[in-house]
């Protein structure tokens, strides 16, 4: 999660005078400000989808009528957050991890350091980091599958930008014949089978009640959720979809920095047509498959399998037009004080999606106000909206003051093995 440097012992040449490289986190002059901007509208953007997964029971995010009110306001807030934020926003933010790769390693590398020790040893905090969040608090986590996933695509860093983004397409596209193969295998596999899937897509009353009772239970009640949900993000979901889907965007995203297409490196004309390009055809995809799931009754397996392609492969159109239409507004200049704001929940991305985690389990969750269930969607959004404007704010208040965010520090310090000076 950033664009930083981290340490290696280096081999100093004998001469006294000689200087030692050392690595060290990059200074605000070094800073790539579209991509901490980009950074920024990522980790804001990820919680339109992520509020549901914090406030309802975990059918509720893939099947949206598993759980909830789905009729009016709900029924609208539910597709424009689908057409909008579902995968775009996480695509986006696993293309600059893969970034943030490429430029912790050149760095290092520039220095005469060796990266790989250092980026295995950073990785290493992150997954530590990782499954402590996701099983102690909160089993939507994405630290882990970074982790994971970063140990794999760093051994690519080094191709050639075609290279890596034909390697990430070709990764992200084994999904498609997987979820064909899933909608075909489900309906030849033993009723067990087919039971488990069907609970797991659309739970019955006395599920959802024990699920409602301990998330509105104290943290000792939340665990076997947590447990059962980290369990299945870390099995079937990671080798199903998180592996390709998200290794493919790391190296696209690896990809598309040594072009210069994050760092705003590309005229404005390109940037405005892959904006209008990426958007006009990935949203009539995503509308298609609203509409044929609709039609469908959300049924298992067509839903769950075959209907979900359509925003996966939508998605990754939408996400190409979001990255190129922040890149052009950060190219004008037009944001000003607004801009500054995002660069710096940015900066702070990693300590923002913890304290999003922070914030809405002690909304929703037993050990804090207990409304889990409760809140319909339409008044999640105004709960999103309530935590964008804190973030925004408390982001620029922090780095006034400070040069890392708290999440920030602690792993520059772990990564650098010696605390960081913290204060301005």
């Not at 790391?250 to 210069?260: Q, R, S, T």
């Not at 950060?330 to 990693?350: I, N, P, Q, T, Y």
Request: with cysteine; aromatic share 16%; net charge positive.
């Amino acid at each position: 999660m950033g664009s930083t440097t981290g340490p290696q012992t280096p081999t100093a040449a004998e001469s006294p005078t000689a200087t030692v490289p050392t690595a060290a986190p990059v200074t605000a002059d070094e800073r790539i400000v579209s991509l901490d901007v980009l950074r920024g509208v990522a980790i804001l953007g990820i919680l339109l989808m992520n509020i549901q997964s914090f406030s309802m029971v975990g059918a509720a995010y893939f099947n949206p009528t598993a759980y909830g009110d789905l009729t009016g306001l709900n029924r609208f807030v539910w597709s424009l957050s689908h057409m909008l934020a579902d995968t775009k926003f996480i695509s986006i933010f696993s293309m600059l991890f893969g970034a943030g790769i490429v430029l912790f390693a050149s760095k290092l590398e520039g220095r005469g350091l060796r990266p790989g020790v250092v980026h295995y040893r950073r990785t290493f905090w992150l997954l530590l980091i990782g499954l402590a969040h996701g099983f102690l608090l909160w089993a939507g986590d994405i630290l882990t599958v970074y982790a994971l996933i970063g140990f794999i695509v760093y051994l690519f860093w080094r191709r050639s930008a075609l290279g890596l983004f034909i390697t990430g397409v070709i990764a992200m596209a084994v999904v498609v014949p997987l979820y064909f193969m899933g909608n075909f295998g489900i309906q030849m596999a033993p009723p067990e089978v087919m039971e488990a899937m069907t609970s797991f897509w659309a739970p019955g009353a006395e599920e959802v009640a024990a699920e409602v009772a301990g998330f509105r239970g104290m943290w000792g009640d939340q665990m076997p959720f947590r447990l059962e949900h980290m369990g299945s993000a870390l099995t079937s979901a990671f080798f199903f979809f998180m592996l390709w889907r998200v290794g493919g965007m790391m190296l696209v995203g690896m990809a598309l920095y040594k072009w210069g297409v994050l760092s705003a490196k590309m005229s404005k004309k390109f940037y405005a047509t892959a904006a209008i390009v990426g958007c006009a055809a990935g949203f009539p995809i995503i509308w298609l498959g609203i509409v044929r799931r609709f039609a469908d009754g959300w049924t298992m397996p067509w839903s769950f399998f075959n209907g979900s392609l359509y925003n996966y492969v939508g998605s990754v159109l939408v996400a190409w037009g979001y990255i190129a239409l922040v890149m052009l507004i950060v190219k004008s200049g037009v944001l000003g004080k607004l801009g500054r704001a995002f660069a710096a929940a940015g900066r702070m991305a990693f300590t923002n999606y913890l304290m999003q985690t922070v914030i809405c389990t002690t909304i929703f969750y037993g050990h804090g106000l207990g409304l889990f269930g409760s809140v319909e969607r339409v008044h999640q959004i105004l709960i999103v909206f309530a935590v964008w404007i804190f973030q925004l704010w408390f982001s620029t208040f922090w780095l006034q003051r400070f040069r890392f965010g708290p999440a920030e520090w602690a792993w520059r310090t772990l990564t650098y093995l010696k605390p960081q000076p913290m204060r301005k």
